[in-house]
Nanobody
Framework: QVQLVESGGGLVQPGGSLRLSCAAS????????MGWYRQASGKQRELVAA???????TYIDSVKGRFTISRDNAKKMVYLHMNSLKPEDTAVYYC???????WGQGTQVTVSS
């Protein structure tokens, strides 16, 4: 029972940084595992990072050391800090509860010179 609004995407040059934000609403936010997903053109949607209610995080290998997921349970916010961005990071990024099938609109990240 979570509604999601993603923001913070945009156009950035290779090597640049962005911070994506996800504003959530609903019950039991602090106890659910949240994830950031992305879908590039012509590719399958993939989970790139996940975070437990207590702050434990995991990442797909391709973003380890570059991306950091975090959350603020009091504000019902989830963040994805993205550094050293590469063209292959270009995608629509979504946040979602791992256990839910409810998706927001996503936010477009384009990495290009």
């Amino acid at each position: 029972q979570v509604q999601l609004v993603e923001s913070g995407g945009g156009l950035v040059q290779p090597g640049g940084s962005l911070r994506l934000s996800c504003a959530a609403s609903g019950t039991f936010f602090s106890s659910i595992v949240m994830g950031w997903y992305r879908q590039a053109s012509g590719k399958q949607r993939e989970l790139v990072a996940a975070i437990t209610g207590g702050g434990g995080a995991t990442y797909i290998d391709s973003v380890k050391g570059r991306f950091t997921i975090s959350r603020d349970n009091a504000k019902k916010m989830v963040y994805l800090h993205m550094n050293s961005l590469k063209p292959e990071d270009t995608a629509v990024y979504y946040c979602k509860s791992i256990s839910s099938n409810a998706w927001g609109q996503g936010t477009q990240v384009t990495v290009s010179s």
